[in-house]
């Protein structure tokens, strides 16, 4: 494994998406609790899985929940999505859009919600909209990668913001938000 992740790769593996959806049912079936709601953290009570973005624009990953463990590798980049997977005490497992895990501590990360563009063709642009709607005005095509700010999703439809762009994507062509997930 490369010991620094500098920058984001131009697309994820289709297995990987594949196995995220999965183990996303999975997890969601197994872990709900008995009354039928979501699984939530013991330290915050927040959902896990989640989705959440780095804060700083260092951020060392830990091969277990404590300082005591080594870096497994560093993230240079803050704002990328990345999903909690499990909690302890002040500690988030969590999961990159390549499928590599590893310990964080808490407050170096942030409710912010971000994602990253996803493509199903190599060399595929996908559109962003003026609206929720594919029949509506093309704002602009992005490329893989493109890192975006989450402002609303509403199941089906995402409204995202970056360098130079404003609009709605599909929300199955992003990675950083559940399919059907609803964003306010």
């Known amino acids: 494994m490369n010991p620094t992740r ?5 697309a994820c593996s289709l297995y ?3 196995g995220l959806i999965v183990l996303t049912a999975i997890l969601g079936a197994t872990g709900a609790s008995a009354a039928g709601g ?6 915050s009570g927040l959902p896990v899985p989640r989705f959440v973005s780095l804060k700083p624009d260092r951020v060392n990953v830990r091969g ?10 560093v993230f240079t980049h ?3 999505p990345v999903e909690i997977t ?7 497992r969590i999961r990159d859009w390549e499928g590599a895990e590893g310990w964080v501590y808490h407050s170096l990360l942030s409710g912010r919600r971000t994602a990253l ?4 063709q190599p060399d595929e642009l996908v559109p962003l909209y003026g609206r929720a709607d594919a029949a509506s005005s093309l704002v602009a095509r992005l490329q893989p990668g493109v890192l975006a700010s989450v402002k609303q999703c509403d199941g089906t439809w995402c409204r995202i913001t970056g360098s130079g762009f404003d609009g709605w994507i599909a929300q ?8 059907h997930e609803k964003v306010e």
């Open 64 to 73: 277990g929940p404590t300082r005591d463990h080594d870096v497994t590798f």
């Open 38 to 43: 979501v699984a939530t953290g013991a330290a």
């Open 78 to 80: 803050p704002g990328l």
């Open 172 to 179: 199955e062509r992003l990675w950083g938000v559940y399919p």
């Open 86 to 92: 499990a909690e302890s005490d002040n500690w988030r």
């Open 6 to 10: 500098t920058a984001c790769r131009t």
């Open 16 to 18: 990987r998406v594949a």
């Open 117 to 120: 563009v996803e493509v199903k």
